[in-house]
């Protein structure tokens, strides 16, 4: 098997994409869960361009790294300087990172009209730079930048700057598709190309333009590269870069003739592109393969039957193996498979009774507006309420919710909320950025002391759908509330004429599925990821 490095630069180039921003706190977690992980490098940054990428590697300094695998970026030497009078060359010494990846030109296009110097003094620029490092002790990573918009202008000068780099004393060359506008045939024939060239291995940075990142990394690697650079999630500036969740898992488990990463390590997947979401404060993309929600979901009541007793039939991996679950969606689609499937995990699949008195509702209720594909904490619900099963943790008695706005403009929004739990009774009230904040703080105030899992639960998504629009401003609303805590994201829904009380009946069905799953996971032993990847599906 032929180990393939992993180089991560969500640090870095990710963080370039639009609406993507880390605090040094998120910047020194990440890294270390990279590193953790088995991540052969991560690039913590260009320690010149800004004050927290230099924090980042005073704190690298302090310890609890392993100082080998994080990466300082930069740029080669500009024209008319040495390099020890570049300040973006000092500065990576500066750093004291032990690996630097040095990123130069290629494309004859930009030396002439973005750099404006002329084809030989860039190859000594690069040639320089990389000797200067070299000499000072670092190891070097060379990123050819735009290498295959290059290659096709001008094959033997695209040539000419990497064997520069080699021979000045870089370890590796990445061949970078800068652009993200090139094919996977043309990756695969320039990269094998290049790799005949050069005495020292290649590697590849793919961007997605085309939507083809990941395809164009794969394709690199088949043709020789042994190191590709890509960010979790596709985070990225434009399009995004190769995703590495897509990429490793690829490797790992298609090809299955590469090593990457350690072992174990495949099956927290999931949990590390959750992981980056999170501290990126973006949504997840359920659609994403391998780790997104839907990734494993199910709604065809033809697909369901299939795959509740063939899995392989429409899945192509076992979910477990990159830390997913399978997901069979209810909805006006759904047969008596769907139920069964859904309400197997609550081992109530059994009762053929039972899984029609759940069709009947589902039904019913989806003629009143009602939609459970986003809504698997409101359908689980659901189900155990069928059951008789369902024992509501507080009894809900009342509540108000009142708008000002003053003169000014100045808008106030204030709830209150009668509740009885654990035979007491609780009347409180609290002020809101609007309506739906203000009985989620007012309800939290009033179940305080009861329930202390519920300061892990927060609201990350709210969305409101007009059903019946031919009734205008009377229409019925749906209101689904997606909530997430450390381990899980899940959806409730609410529908009524009242917006307000559509997002109190998604707001309490969240709050009971939180304190529901909490209590069935505390009566269930752990099952380690090893183990659940040799069940049958």
């Known amino acids: 098997m032929r180990r393939i490095e992993i180089y991560d630069t969500t640090l870095r180039d990710g963080s370039q994409g639009e609406g993507v921003s880390f605090s040094l706190h998120d910047k020194l977690l990440i890294a270390s869960r990279l590193l953790e992980l088995g991540f052969d490098y991560v690039e913590g940054g260009y320690p010149l361009s800004n004050e927290k990428d230099a924090q980042f590697f005073a704190r690298v300094r302090q310890g609890g790294f392993d100082r080998n695998r994080i990466c300082a970026f930069g740029m080669t030497r500009r024209r008319g300087l040495t390099p020890a009078n570049d300040p973006g060359m000092r500065a990576l010494l ?56 290059g290659w096709k ?36 024939r320039f990269t ?52 590495l969740i897509s990429v490793i898992a690829n490797l790992a488990l298609k090809k299955q003739d590469y090593e990457v990463l350690r072992p174990e390590s495949l099956s927290r997947l999931t949990e590390l592109s959750r992981y980056v979401y999170e501290l990126a404060n973006m949504n997840f993309r359920s659609n994403q393969p391998f780790v997104g929600a839907s990734a494993f979901a199910h709604k065809g009541g033809m697909h369901v039957h299939a795959v509740s007793r063939v899995a392989a039939s429409y899945e192509h991996i076992h979910p477990e193996l990159v830390g997913n679950e399978r997901r069979f969606l209810v909805s006006e689609l759904s047969g008596r498979s769907n139920i069964m499937a859904a309400a197997a995990r609550h081992r109530l699949d059994h009762d053929r009774e039972l899984m029609d008195r759940i069709l009947s509702q589902v039904v019913a209720l ?35 919710v009142s708008v000002e706005a003053d003169g000014s403009g100045r808008v ?125 599906a």
């Open 94 to 149: 500066e750093s004291e990172a032990r690996v630097v990846t040095l990123v130069g030109k290629t494309w004859d296009l930009h030396v002439t009209e973005v750099l404006r110097v002329s084809l030989e003094e860039n190859l000594a620029m690069i040639s320089e730079s990389v000797a200067w490092l070299r000499q000072a002790g670092r190891e070097v990573i060379y990123d050819a930048e735009h290498f295959f918009d």
């Open 153 to 188: 202008a001008n094959p033997d000068y695209a040539l000419r700057t990497i064997q520069a780099a080699a021979a000045a004393g870089a370890r590796l060359v990445v061949l970078c598709d800068t652009n993200g506008g090139s094919l996977p045939e043309e990756v695969a």
């Open 192 to 243: 094998a190309a290049a790799a005949r060239e050069l005495p020292v291995p290649v590697g590849i940075h793919c961007h997605n333009d085309c939507d083809l990142a990941v395809a164009n990394s794969l394709a690199a690697i088949d043709a020789g590269a042994v190191h590709v650079q890509g960010t979790i999630n596709g985070l990225g500036e434009r399009c995004g870069n190769a995703d």
């Open 366 to 400: 989806e003629n009143q507006g009602y939609q459970f594909e986003a809504a698997q904490g409101s359908f689980d619900l659901l189900v155990r309420r069928c059951a008789g099963l369902h024992r509501p943790h507080f009894e809900r008695l009342s509540y108000h």
């Open 412 to 536: 106030t929004t204030e709830a209150t909320v009668k509740i009885r739990v654990q035979g007491e009774l609780r009347h409180e009230v609290a002020e809101g950025d609007g309506p739906v904040n203000a009985l989620d703080r007012a309800l939290r105030k009033a179940l305080n002391g009861f329930y202390p899992s519920l300061a892990q639960m927060q609201l990350v998504d709210y969305k409101v759908r007009v059903i019946n629009s031919e009734a205008a401003t009377a229409a019925m609303v749906r209101v689904v509330i997606e909530t997430r805590d450390h381990e899980d994201t899940w959806g409730t829904v609410g529908v009524s004429e009242n917006i307000i009380e559509a997002s109190w009946m998604a707001l309490v069905d969240s709050f009971e599925y939180k304190l529901f799953k909490d209590e069935t996971r505390s009566q269930q032993p752990p099952i380690s990821p090893a183990l659940r990847a040799t069940q049958p």
